[in-house]
């Protein structure tokens, strides 16, 4: 049973381009909620900085942490290894912080089997439609056209993993997107009335992988 003086656990995740990233960060400015910050293999991007937007490391080092068990969970997502080092994260829900996890959905799965002592509420954020998703993607410093379409074909699968979370939550306008999400963690935490609509999530489904 978890207890009321420990930390939440809150899982974002999205195919590419749904502005998970962003809520994340917007969600990170809320009194006592903490970014989890991942491990990966990946290069840096000129917008990011190291120890603070990931632990960027070399493929050994990442090997080494799996072989140590230090991971509370890890996957290896377009190319590279991305994974969650445990300690920081037992020791801010310890102390009654509430911990976001910027992750994709086989991390969120190995999570959620773990049946960790804490509560946890997952998400999955979604765009308004394929064809604002594809403007979303095209628009990305991508150097190239074939980038977006092969993100759209992931999309194309990772949209299917929607039904393994708690709340689908649509990211037609970034306000509007992180109030709800806010509201909804309000009310899990503080076991209040909850304004979600899993019929309406349902049919946005339906449309987005027609
Ligand atoms: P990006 O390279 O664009 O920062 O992230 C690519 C994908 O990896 C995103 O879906 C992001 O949520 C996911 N990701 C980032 N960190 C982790 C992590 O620690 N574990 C897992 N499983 N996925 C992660």
């Given at each position: 049973m978890p207890l009321n003086k420990d930390g939440v656990m809150i899982i974002l995740s999205s195919p590419s381009g749904a502005g998970k990233t962003t809520l994340v960060k917007m969600l990170s400015t809320i009194n006592n909620f903490e970014v989890s910050i991942s491990h990966t293999t990946r290069q840096p991007r000129p917008n990011e900085t190291p120890n603070k937007d990931y632990f960027f490391v070399r493929e050994q080092e990442f090997k080494r942490l799996i072989n140590n068990q230090e991971f509370l969970e890890y996957a290896k997502v377009f190319d590279n290894f991305y994974g969650t080092t445990r300690t920081p994260v037992i020791d801010k829900l310890n102390k009654g912080q509430n911990v976001l996890f910027d992750i994709d959905w086989q991390g969120a799965d190995q999570i959620k089997n773990k049946k960790l002592d804490y509560k946890l509420i997952t998400f999955f954020i979604l765009p308004p439609s394929k064809k604002v998703l594809f403007e979303r993607l095209s628009n990305r410093?991508?150097?190239?056209k074939l980038i977006a379409e092969e993100r759209m074909k992931q999309f194309e699968r990772d949209v299917?993993?929607?039904?393994?979370?708690d709340y689908v939550v649509i990211n037609e306008n970034l306000e509007n997107c992180f109030s709800r999400i806010k509201n909804l963690i309000d009310a899990e935490i503080n076991n209040g009335s909850k304004d979600y609509d899993s019929e309406f999530i349902r049919h946005h489904i339906n449309k987005l992988t027609i």
């Open positions: 410093d991508m150097k190239d299917l993993h929607w039904i393994n979370y």
